[in-house]
């Protein structure tokens, strides 16, 4: 998503959960899901790191790494998931594979193995931040906004950008509002 001021923020829809320490629950976008979700081993935000590298490899490439392109049959994205070899996507450069897989020096947000996953190391995202895949961003200047977005949407009395959904389809319920604890939100 975009927030008003024009910086992406990545939500999954399907189903978000705020985590401690470990969890055993079965949840989130199938072609997303880390191996250690899929075989319920318990999770910690390891699996963010997994679906980073696989939001990555769809942007650069237009298509997930473990899709069933027949049928998109979930069993068989999850057996890819956990038992397909991991191939180098055609046509992206090398900083690409490197932080999706690896290369001789570190290893990949691909990678299998919770302990050897990047993002899941010592120096935890900083690893990540470090990768040549980043090098032409300035991390901190853009969590305080610093840098100036490319686009930023035009956005109502809502806040939100409207203009383009068909406002004469109204075939979903009416969406009510929530009144719990909205402090997890901060910031967004």
């Known amino acids: ?34 191996p250690e979700i899929i075989l319920r081993k318990g999770y910690d935000e390891g699996v963010d790191f997994w679906a980073t590298g696989v939001l990555i490899w769809e942007c650069e490439t237009g298509e997930t790494p473990f899709a069933d392109k027949e049928s998109s049959d979930i069993t068989k994205i999850f057996q890819n998931i956990l038992r397909s070899p991991i191939f180098p996507p055609q046509g992206v450069d090398q900083d690409v594979i490197d932080i999706l897989i690896g290369n001789s020096e570190s290893t990949g947000l691909l990678n299998r ?4 996953r990047l993002g899941n190391l010592s120096r ?18 853009l969590l305080c906004k610093g840098i100036e977005a490319p686009y930023k949407p035009v956005v109502d009395g809502s806040g939100i950008d409207q203009r383009s959904f068909d406002r004469s389809i109204d075939d979903e319920p009416q969406i009510e509002t929530y009144w719990g604890d909205i402090s997890i939100f901060a910031g967004f």
């Open 1 to 34: 998503m975009i927030d008003s001021d024009g910086y992406i923020k990545m939500v999954n829809f399907c189903f978000a959960k705020q985590v401690k320490n470990k969890t055993y629950t079965l949840c989130g976008t199938p072609e997303y899901m880390a």
């Open 113 to 116: 193995n919770t302990k050897k």
């Open 124 to 141: 935890g995202a900083g690893d990540i931040i470090d990768q040549p895949y980043f090098a032409m961003y300035d991390f901190a200047a």
